[in-house]
């Protein structure tokens, strides 16, 4: 499979038949425009109610496969049913219809009629399309798959138009641009690729992953994203719930490689979903994988190195829901619970950055006859805040609001300053700890917390009748005497629309608030609301992303610990029913918006000790090295071995490569070929601005050009040197630096 570019498009050559594409040659196909269809900023086409449109291609062929994509903008107020987005110019068959509700049908002709289950936006451009394999259908909308059904037959594109079939006047009302067929049906994994290839001024969209799984942030595995030495780490569940990491370079302005760090155990639970900390050292820390078993926990092998981790499972044989943090002390924290839903609630801590863990406290006894959950936060001078909710263990219904701190000689209070003896059991919270009282009638769900310079909580929670699905967002504040309880203002359906709370001063929060009245369950838009009172009062400052508008669901704000930048807050993800979907969407948010990922090849991407080559069969490919140049020459003949993560190399212009190695994917399924070379040999150039150690008695063959920059050449480990240094980017120097055998240094 070879790919070639064709407007803004990446078309797939052995199966590509014929793209609407600028300049709309007819080169390719007998594209008429009809009627009203016209050029609009030699981008797209632009429909107005045109009664025939454009004939797909003049390719007279029974094609037993098929695939149709394209890029539609459809204009509102259109209150006709069964708009055409393609049809049948001859026979008034084998339709593709928008519906009036915003549906996408397929019916006639080989089609059984079936519609879509997501419904496109108006006056928004989308990718929208279809594949047909000999006896099934598939819909997808911006890459996802939203519907099936079956069909039998062969399909001659010569009979086809865009935007109408003629035989009615439902002709499209919009725009179009890039429409592509193809002679066979294409994977998942294609058609995200041609979504995220589109072109650049059709895609709205800001997320910086599109492999997210469901629930990829859970609300109390924290932290999820955190910054340290101008790099923001972002952990998420990805493919098959496996933990992945990225990372945003605040130096380049860029991302990162996104990653896969470890194995998720668990199978469609997102209890799973990862939390990272990096120490004070650089280690970098992941806890994933563990529903009431052991807990997977990674560290890496070297400070702020992704390149390698351990897997170390010491941590807990029984364990779920861990919260990361350090302390002064430079001892590892991590709040969790023991196993299952009745298990106690403890913190454990480690002195050596996780080579060991101790039994710190017992938080809370969870059999007593309700259970808790507990979302922890680092507060000032080494204060740890708790706030938490009871479960009803007979009916599951979450109640109440809890609050309690650990100060920094680990003694216990409430909010008042009443000690507290641990372990905490249901009556003693209720007692004593109680925040807000719903008295198991107004369900509540796990609230969040921020912590101000004083040390004092601010906690945003969602309450409803859990026999309902009406439910409000309101904060709770210390007032000196009791706590005082604020509506905020907005609504959702499900005790499972999260929120989370941004404190920028002692005055101002932010709280993004999951809301929608849809009934649809967990997940809605994603809102910010703000408070410059404290908590006193709230506006909704913008709504981030609206669920009526882009017809997803998003849920699960996690804020950045650490975070100095205000155009870096929170990252949030899409939310869906199928546990099976991949493809769902991950978003990093701040003040300038949401921050999408820059899928350009960039130098950040390469600071590991590996030669990395992209890689696709039976061509020429590039070969990039660590400082990503690309002056190795290419590869010829790579072919997959047995279909396997392994490729067999039959030929190369680079000679090292000799044998099978270990594919790689990075986050447009882009493969590369990763060959790890032996780090303690001092021949491999060690990239930009970094100072080059030679040992002469590795008896280095240098014969590629090596920037290094601003970095420093020394030799060590023997006298004998045998070649020319060029120095072309060296203005007031001769053309060589010639080093004899007596290391002697001769110039011109």
């Known amino acids: 499979m070879s790919l070639m570019s064709m407007g803004a498009m990446a078309i797939i050559t052995d199966s590509f038949i014929a793209n609407v594409t600028n300049p709309y040659s007819t080169s390719q196909g007998n594209y008429n425009l009809l009627n009203n269809a016209s050029y609009y900023n030699s981008s797209w086409l632009e429909f107005v109610n045109s009664d025939c449109s454009i004939n797909m291609l003049n390719v007279d062929e029974d094609l037993p496969q098929f695939s149709y994509f394209l890029w539609i903008n459809a204009n509102e107020g259109d209150d006709r049913d069964n708009i055409n987005l393609m049809g049948d110019g001859d026979s008034n068959a084998n339709n593709w219809v928008l519906r009036k509700d915003r549906q996408l ?51 001659n594109p010569s009979d086809l138009l865009i935007g109408d079939n003629c035989f009615s006047s439902r002709s499209f009302n919009g725009s179009i641009a890039q429409a592509i067929i193809y002679n066979r049906s294409l994977n998942n994994s294609e058609i995200v690729q041609l979504y995220q290839s589109g072109f650049s001024g059709l895609r709205t969209e800001d997320y910086f992953s599109m492999r997210s799984s469901s629930e990829s942030f859970l609300r109390i595995n924290s932290p999820s994203g955190m910054y340290y030495n101008n790099i923001t780490y972002v952990t998420f569940a990805g493919d098959f719930g496996d933990p992945y990491l990225t990372r945003y370079n605040h130096t380049s302005d860029s991302w990162m490689v996104e990653q896969k760090v470890g194995t998720n155990p668990l199978v ?14 650089g280690y970098i820390h992941i806890f994933f994988g563990s529903h009431a078993g052991v807990q997977q ?11 390698s981790f351990t897997l170390k499972n010491n941590f807990a044989t029984t364990s779920t829901y861990p919260s990361i943090f350090q302390l002064s002390d430079d001892y590892l924290y991590v709040v969790h619970r023991t196993g299952g839903t009745t298990s106690d609630w403890e913190i454990k801590n480690s002195s050596d950055y996780g080579d060991n863990w101790d039994l710190l406290d017992t938080i809370s006894d969870d059999t007593n006859p309700d259970y808790f959950y507990w979302n922890a936060e680092k507060g000032y001078n080494d204060y740890i805040h708790f706030a938490g909710i009871s479960v009803n263990y007979t009916n599951g219904i979450r109640y109440n609001i809890y609050y309690f701190y650990r100060d920094n000689l680990g003694n216990y209070y409430n909010i008042s300053g009443g000690t507290i003896t641990l372990p905490i059991n249901d009556s003693f919270a209720k007692s004593n ?76 929060y932010d709280a993004y608030l999951v809301t929608n009245e849809a009934d649809y369950g967990r997940g809605g838009s994603m809102d910010r609301w703000s408070s410059y009172d404290s908590g006193s009062t709230w506006n909704r400052n913008i709504i981030v992303l609206n669920e009526s508008i882009t017809g997803e669901h998003y849920n699960d704000p996690k804020k950045i610990f650490n975070s100095p930048f ?61 400082s990503g140049n690309n002056n190795h020459g290419t590869m010829q003949n790579a072919t997959r071995i047995n279909d396997s993560n392994k490729v067999l190399l039959v030929e190369s212009d680079y000679s090292l490569i000799t044998n099978q190695f270990t594919l790689l994917e990075d986050s447009l399924d882009r493969t590369y070929l990763e060959l790890d070379y032996d780090d303690s040999s001092s021949c491999f150039c060690p990239g930009l601005n970094s100072n080059w150690e030679i040992n002469l008695s590795d008896n280095c063959i240098i014969d590629f050009d090596c920037d290094i920059g601003n970095g420093n050449i020394s030799f060590v480990g023997g006298t004998i040197f045998n070649g020319t240094i060029t120095a072309n980017s060296l203005s007031n120097m001769p053309p060589t630096l010639t080093i004899d055998s007596n290391a002697n240094l001769i110039l011109g």
């Open 268 to 281: 469609e639970d997102s209890h799973g979903s990862p939390s990272i900390y990096i120490d004070n050292l």
């Open 433 to 508: 700890l109680l925040v807000y009282a719903s008295s198991q009638i107004n369900s509540t769900n796990i609230p969040a917390l921020a912590i101000n310079s004083s040390n004092k909580p601010l906690i945003v929670f969602n309450t409803g009748n859990a026999t309902s699905s009406i439910y409000k967002f309101k904060s709770a504040r210390w007032g000196g005497s009791a706590w005082v309880i604020s509506d905020i203002g907005a609504m959702a359906d499900s005790k499972f629309d999260f929120c989370e709370l941004d404190i920028r001063n002692d005055s101002y």
């Open 297 to 307: 926990y990674l560290k890496s092998d070297n400070p702020e190195d992704v390149s």
């Open 105 to 155: 049908r397929l019916v006639e002709g080989i089609f059984d009629d079936y519609y879509s289950i997501k419904k496109i936006t108006l006056n928004t451009w989308q990718f929208i399309g279809f594949t047909y394999n000999g006896s099934q259908t598939i819909m997808y909308i911006n890459g996802k798959n939203c519907s099936s059904g079956t069909a039998t037959g062969t399909i």
């Open 566 to 626: 205000d155009n870096f807050r929170i990252v949030f993800d899409e939310y869906s029913l199928d546990f099976n979907d991949f493809t769902l969407k991950a978003f990093m948010y701040g003040d300038s918006g949401l921050i999408n990922r820059n899928y350009s090849f960039t130098q950040s991407e390469f600071n590991s000790p590996f030669i990395r080559y992209m890689f696709n069969e039976n061509e020429g490919y590039e070969v990039f090295d660590s």
